[in-house]
């Protein structure tokens, strides 16, 4: 196909992390983003922007923000027109045929799995810890808003909080890998692989969450309680729902997110 690229496919990300973790002492705050990467972590200009692309669609196609299904996206001629042209720009020019083949082969790879670009924020909050700052507005919770409590209990505009399954999943991946991490002293691609090996079987991720954490689910819920001051569990289950269901995934050990408030 003429493609400009031979990069591993997104499972190399997990590589990318490992290496950014292991050059944490590097001030990467003083550094342009993709200066940070090819200059410290021995990135070429391409593979950058393979990955900055590949980080993006992902999290638009797990987010599930519009419905990016092939069918779909043939009928909307706009979002067409750019995603075929985003894409382009890593792999080269495409005719329509070159496209659907590697668009579909993208979303089905993609749909329905942990966004790993919100996993990777929650994680580096978890390691970054409580500046003064940012500690003292959250009160000493910084890598809990950051991540599953935040999810849980910041309001949007529509009035409600968002908390997808995608969200379940990244923000219990990141204190489950982190904690692997901590625990264990080791990298971040070896706490992933044993996290995931063992996800399902011997444990879930919401059990795995609760020994991370060292919180009970009950404790979990008060602290959600209490940040959208809510009474009781049926009241959240009304007001909003998909606290709700953060909730009692916790209490039922649940591996994926489910639907309780409708059920």
Known sequence: MGLRINMPEVTSQIELINRTLENRNINANSLRENNYFIKELGF??????FLLYKVNIQHDVA????NLEWDALVRNKGNYAEQKSEMEKVYGKLTDEQF????ESQYASMA?????????IT????????SLITGVYTFGKT???AGWLGDATIIGDNGEVSFGPEDFKSDLDAVNISYLMQEESISYKQASNQYFASLGTAYTRAEQFLLARDITAREAEKMILDELNIKTLEEL???QPDSYNFIMCLKTGSNEMRDFANE
Do not use: C, P
């Open 63 to 66: 987010g599930g923000i519009e």
């Open 143 to 145: 890598d809990d808003m």
């Open 123 to 130: 994680t580096a909050s978890i390691f970054h810890g409580d």
């Open 237 to 239: 289950r009304v007001k």
């Open 44 to 49: 070429t200009e391409e593979e950058y922007e």
């Open 100 to 103: 659907k083949l590697l668009w």
């Open 112 to 120: 329905g799995t942990s966004d790993f670009a919100h996993q990777q």
